[in-house]
Nanobody, 124 residues
Framework: QVQLVESGGGLVQAGGSLRLSCAAS????????MGWFRQAPGQERAIVAA????????YYADSVKGRFTISRDNAKNTVYLQMNSLRPEDTAVYHC?????????????????WGQGTQVTVSS
């Protein structure tokens, strides 16, 4: 069992930055690929970014490329999402997820554990 707890969300003006963190329980964190997803009201949950077990391979949704950066610290059992140049359309609940595989995936259904989410609101 893996427990994931997100933090770092909040209210920010357009153009601002936030850094999300996701702390994972368990001693095998370095065996999991991790992902960040977001869900806005009335929309399906969608991939934002993903990272493989070592941090050597990443994936970004087109809408966040060049603005968001995913990273991980296996010694701290934590994955991060640095979000810069935020836009109102980035407003959503952001969830981190763990995949029982070392490989990156952008498919929601391939993730096995999910956090409760943290709200990010970007005002115009």
């Amino acid at each position: 069992q893996v427990q994931l707890v997100e933090s770092g969300g909040g209210l920010v003006q357009a153009g601002g930055s936030l850094r999300l963190s996701c702390a994972a329980s368990g001693r095998t964190f370095s065996s999991y690929a991790m992902g960040w997803f977001r869900q806005a009201p009335g929309q399906e949950r969608a991939i934002v970014a993903a990272i493989n077990w070592s941090g050597g391979s990443t994936y970004y949704a087109d809408s966040v490329k060049g603005r968001f950066t995913i990273s991980r610290d296996n010694a701290k059992n934590t994955v991060y999402l640095q979000m810069n140049s935020l836009r109102p359309e980035d407003t959503a609940v952001y969830h981190c997820a763990a995949r029982l595989s070392r490989a990156v995936s952008y498919y929601t259904e391939r993730y096995d554990y999910w956090g409760q989410g943290t709200q990010v609101t970007v005002s115009s």
